[in-house]
């Protein structure tokens, strides 16, 4: 069973960087899909990222361009890297794992319909 923990969140300024890592307790080759949520206070969860094992990744609309999804096998660690940060960006995010085939465009637009573990959320402030 993969376990997940994020890390990397804080406080920056509007224009900065922060890189969000996912590690999981078994090998990155132990799940199908990795997708990164986020939740705003009020609002709802919100698809960011996704990347399947066959090299497959999304991008949601709002993040495409400044945020990229990578992964290290050797440190079983999955990571968010998010540049141009904006005040709207401000959440707490989460990582989240299938352990059976589950595409991206499934995973991210059905709230994280067949991911099986999940995170702990790691909170993003951007301001000022």
């Known amino acids: 069973q993969v376990q997940l923990v994020e890390s990397g969140g804080g406080l920056v300024q509007p224009g900065g960087s922060l890189r969000l890592s996912c590690a999981a307790s078994?090998?990155?080759?132990?799940?199908?899909?990795i997708g990164w949520f986020r939740q705003a206070p009020g609002k709802e969860r919100e698809g960011v990222s996704c990347?399947?094992?066959?090299?497959?990744?999304y991008y949601g609309d709002s993040v495409k361009g400044r945020f990229a999804i990578s992964s290290d096998d050797a440190k079983n660690t999955m990571y968010l890297q998010m540049n141009s940060l904006k005040p709207e960006d401000t959440a707490v995010y989460f990582c989240?794992?299938?352990?059976?085939?589950?595409?991206?465009?499934?995973?991210?637009?059905?709230?994280?319909?067949?991911?099986?573990?999940w995170g702990q959320g790691t909170q993003v402030t951007v301001s000022s």
């Open positions: 078994g090998s990155p080759t132990d799940y199908y899909t």
């Open positions: 990347t399947e094992s066959g090299g497959n990744t």
């Open positions: 989240a794992a299938a352990l059976s085939p589950a595409p991206c465009v499934v995973v991210i637009h059905t709230d994280g319909v067949g991911l099986d573990v």
